[in-house]
């Protein structure tokens, strides 16, 4: 955050945090980092939908973390009706199993830390998929929230509608309720990854709800 990346879509990003970089590659799109992609350790992925899993090629030195239901989800015929490809994955692929405890985030009952200090945690956030994962990033008072697909734009989740694929309707409405009220609880910058204005939120720190 804090100017050390240029973000080129909105599809992506990074988190420079504690010495280490988590990144959310999307759909063959990165974003032009200061330092080499070799350098980035740790990938969060939030699903293994297509449109999010394909940057993946860019980084079989780093380690991947995906939630444990996901990867499940993902296989076998099932899996193909899904949405996943995984015969599109690199053949190296062979990601960290990402498992929650039960460490309150805010509404949210189930969280991972991914740095010692806890600024960079993995929510548990199910709806577009059942075990979609949101990371927040705190930066002094403020969270960072990178909400993957858990809505398409910001202005969805504050009116709480569920748009395209959800894996459950009132799970996903859940999820939207608790992500409303974190943005009540404290500051936050809300960067859902379809959404075209996330980029500008992210540049000018934009609360959640904020003109």
């Not at 090629?57 to 995906?66: Q, R, T, Y």
């Not at 945690?121 to 993957?148: C, K, N, Y």
């Not at 974190?182 to 003109?211: E, F, I, Q, W």
């Amino acid at each position: 955050m804090r100017g050390s990346s240029t973000i080129r879509k909105v599809s992506s990003w990074s988190i420079p945090a504690k010495g280490h970089t988590y990144l959310k590659p999307a759909n063959r799109c990165i974003p032009t980092c200061d330092g080499k992609l070799r350098d980035v350790k740790k990938v969060v992925l939030t699903h293994l939908h297509i449109d999010h899993d394909g940057g993946l090629a860019h980084f079989p030195n780093s380690k991947i973390f995906v939630a444990r239901g996901e990867l499940q989800a993902s296989k076998g015929f099932m899996g193909r009706v899904r949405g996943y490809l995984p015969n599109r994955w690199p053949s190296w692929f062979d990601p960290a199993p990402l498992d929650f405890a039960a460490e309150p985030f805010g509404p949210f009952a189930f969280s991972r830390r991914l740095t010692k200090a806890g600024d960079v945690l993995a929510i548990a956030t199910p709806g577009h998929t059942a075990d979609h994962v949101s990371v927040a990033v705190r930066d002094g008072d403020t969270t960072f929230f990178l909400a993957g697909d858990t809505s398409y734009n910001e202005g969805l989740m504050l009116a709480g509608k569920v748009d395209g694929v959800s894996a459950d309707e009132h799970i996903a409405i859940a999820t939207l309720d608790n992500i409303k009220r974190l943005t009540k609880a404290g500051p936050m910058v809300y960067l859902p990854t379809h959404d075209p204005n996330s980029g500008a939120r992210l540049a000018s720190r934009r609360l959640a709800g904020k003109c």
